[in-house]
């Protein structure tokens, strides 16, 4: 099983990045996936999340109306757009897999925003 983050960065304040998560070794398309985030000092919280087939999507209320989350279960990869992006965004954004009762993370990607 490999979950592998990219698409992190240093990128100014107002800027956007899209991350990638590419999957494999499990059934992706059957799979409940999310993006988390660690800044450094804190928790690892749950910045969005996406169901199985795209038809539902979650959001943290301090990213929600600047990010979206999608997938393509062809590419077997979920993606997060963020926009609008803020210092406090700064943290080790990792992608997070539900495939039955198993969780399968990712080693994650850093995003960096400063001026």
């Known amino acids: 099983v490999q979950l592998v983050e990219s698409g992190g960065g240093l990128v100014q304040p107002g800027g956007s990045l899209r991350l990638s998560c590419a999957a494999s070794?499990?059934?992706?398309?059957?799979?409940?996936m999310s993006w988390y985030r660690q800044a450094p000092g804190k928790e690892r919280e749950l910045v969005a999340s996406?169901?199985?087939?795209?038809?539902?999507?979650d959001y943290t209320d301090s990213m929600k109306g600047r990010i979206t989350i999608s997938r393509d279960n062809a590419k077997n990869t979920v993606y997060l757009q963020m926009n609008s992006l803020k210092p406090e965004d700064t943290a080790v954004y990792f992608c997070?897999?539900?495939?039955?009762?198993?969780?399968?993370w990712g080693k994650g990607t850093q995003v960096t925003v400063s001026v």
């Open positions: 997070r897999a539900r495939s039955g009762l198993i969780n399968y």
């Open positions: 070794g499990f059934a992706f398309s059957r799979s409940y």
């Open positions: 996406i169901s199985s087939t795209g038809g539902s999507t």
